[in-house]
């Protein structure tokens, strides 16, 4: 199994949107549900800030949005804030207990 | 949301071994599956293993498989990797993490660094 593809990074200045794609194949993405995203700060505890595809743990911003299409899983940050540049993962359940991870995406709030 | 702190990482010889430590507070250990995680320098996370609550269920990554063994201590708050055969392509660092709903990994620790080299 092949890790997600994520974009190495992207940027938007304070205000706009971006979003980050991860894309899978249909073992994964394309097949289950249960897509979930991370952020980390710099020398910071990585937080999970999505789940089971759509769900956003109590207290993260709800700038934070998905979409799915077939093997690609997006994740949209709109209102871009200076706090919310950090390194983004996603990861989605592979059957069998197996996890599969992105390559993670460095996020500049220019 | 409790705390998880790894320990345990270090430099060791291709071939070697080391266990890792992670000691859970704040929280109902017990409740959770845990998991290992990993990140090699320069690479994105890696899923290592996972445990169930009572430590009877056991998912390895194939990569590691026959060579690494998550184990839990649910009376000392404490999850294990132990890590035998070890690669240089294992060097990375360790992160645990609680398992949560849909499949994702709720609370993590700060993670600890495996060196495998000569």
């Known amino acids: 199994q092949s890790a997600l593809t994520q974009p190495a990074s992207v940027s938007g200045s304070p205000g706009q949107s971006i979003t980050i794609s991860c894309t899978g194949t249909?073992?994964?993405?394309?097949?289950?549900?249960?897509v979930s995203w991370y952020q980390q700060h710099p020398g910071k505890v990585l937080k999970l800030i999505i789940y089971?595809?759509?769900k956003r743990p109590s207290g993260v911003s709800d700038r934070f949005s998905v979409s799915k299409s077939g093997n690609t899983a997006s994740l949209t940050i709109s209102g871009l804030q200076a706090e919310d540049e950090a390194d983004y993962y996603c990861?989605?359940?592979?059957?069998?207990?197996?996890?599969?991870f992105g390559g993670g995406t460095k996020l500049t709030v220019l | 949301e409790g705390q998880l702190v790894e320990s345990g990482g270090g430099l060791v010889q291709p071939g070697g071994s080391l266990r890792l430590s992670c000691a859970a507070s704040?929280?109902?250990?017990?409740?959770?599956?845990m998991s290992w995680v990993r990140r090699a320098p320069g690479k994105g996370l890696e899923w290592v293993a996972t445990?169930?609550?009572?430590?009877?269920?056991?998912y390895h990554v194939d990569s590691v498989k026959g060579r690494f063994t998550i184990s839990r201590d649910n009376a000392k708050n404490s999850l294990y990797l132990l890590m035998n055969s070890l690669r240089a392509e294992d060097t990375a660092v360790y992160y645990c993490?609680?398992?949560?709903?849909?499949?994702?990994?709720?609370?993590w620790g700060q993670g600890t660094l495996v060196t495998v080299s000569s």
């Open positions: 990861c989605s359940y592979a059957g069998s207990y197996n996890l599969l």
């Open positions: 249909s073992s994964d993405v394309g097949n289950y549900n249960f």
């Open positions: 089971e595809g759509s």
């Open positions: 704040g929280f109902t250990f017990s409740n959770y599956w």
């Open positions: 993490a609680t398992f949560s709903s849909g499949w994702s990994l709720g609370n």
């Open positions: 445990i169930n609550k009572d430590g009877g269920q056991k």
